[in-house]
């Protein structure tokens, strides 16, 4: 069973626009990962941020968390064609190695 | 290799067929992870080994679903007398540290059973 959920299901921007996606889950967590999966490929790890951060940069990437309202975004600015994709959280709960996946958040750049 | 080997990519498989999928994970990498992914959805955990042990095979779906490590690197999951829900892509992972994160998948092997 999945816990996280990502919203919206789909999202088509333009390019150069930025690109938020949401993602929620239910129980207390050691760390939350988000992940991009191109079509027909594995999975490539993007960012991690543990449960006592609130915000993490990466290059274009900006990802929060608030686990008061166990949800996460996770912000691509100035987005690229390159950046269609699909999106995952991935949640670690305590002492856990185990991720538990939302369903992904489909992101398609039109140039 | 510098990063997770999956093979076959494709595999289709006549219904009530063994398979076995094979992944290489990246040289020294303690944890290894299967996890299962239906389409259009996030992958399902499968198994976990630290090194040679399997230490959580609670997502298997079935007793047909067997996984091993034996030298502690390259790792199989192998599905007996596949059925046409086993269809899915099966991606392995492999991390230096399990609860630290993140993983490094492999590309992944798509399994049709038909």
């Known amino acids: 069973s999945q816990q996280g959920e990502e919203d919206p299901q789909a999202l088509s921007i333009q390019e150069g626009e930025n690109a938020t996606m949401n993602c929620s889950y239910k129980?207390?967590?050691?760390?939350l990962q988000w992940y991009r999966q191109n079509s027909g490929r594995g999975l490539v790890h993007l960012i991690l941020i543990r449960s006592n951060e609130r915000e993490k940069h990466s290059g274009r990437l900006r990802v929060t968390l608030d686990t008061s309202k166990k949800s996460s975004s996770l912000l691509i600015t100035a987005s690229r064609a390159a950046d269609t994709a699909s999106y995952f959280c991935?949640?670690?709960?305590?002492?856990?190695?185990?991720?538990?996946w939302g369903a992904g958040t489909k992101l398609i750049i039109k140039p | 290799g510098a990063g997770v080997s999956q093979s076959p990519r494709y595999k289709v498989a006549k219904r009530g067929q063994d398979v076995a999928l094979r992944c290489d994970p990246i040289?020294?990498?303690?944890?290894l992870f299967w996890y299962q992914q239906a389409l259009g959805q996030g992958p399902e955990f499968l198994t976990y080994f630290q090194n040679e042990a399997q230490l959580d095979k609670s997502g298997l779906p079935s007793d047909r679903f067997f996984a091993e490590r034996p030298e502690g690197s390259v790792s199989t999951l192998k599905i007996q007398r596949t059925q046409q829900e086993d269809s899915a892509v099966y991606l392995c992972?492999?991390?230096?540290?399990?609860?630290?994160?993140?993983?490094?998948f492999g590309s992944g092997t798509r399994l049709t059973v038909v």
């Open positions: 040289s020294g990498h303690v944890s």
């Open positions: 991935a949640t670690a709960m305590d002492s856990n190695y185990q991720l538990i």
């Open positions: 992972a492999s991390s230096l540290d399990s609860v630290r994160g993140g993983y490094t």
């Open positions: 129980t207390s967590i050691n760390n």
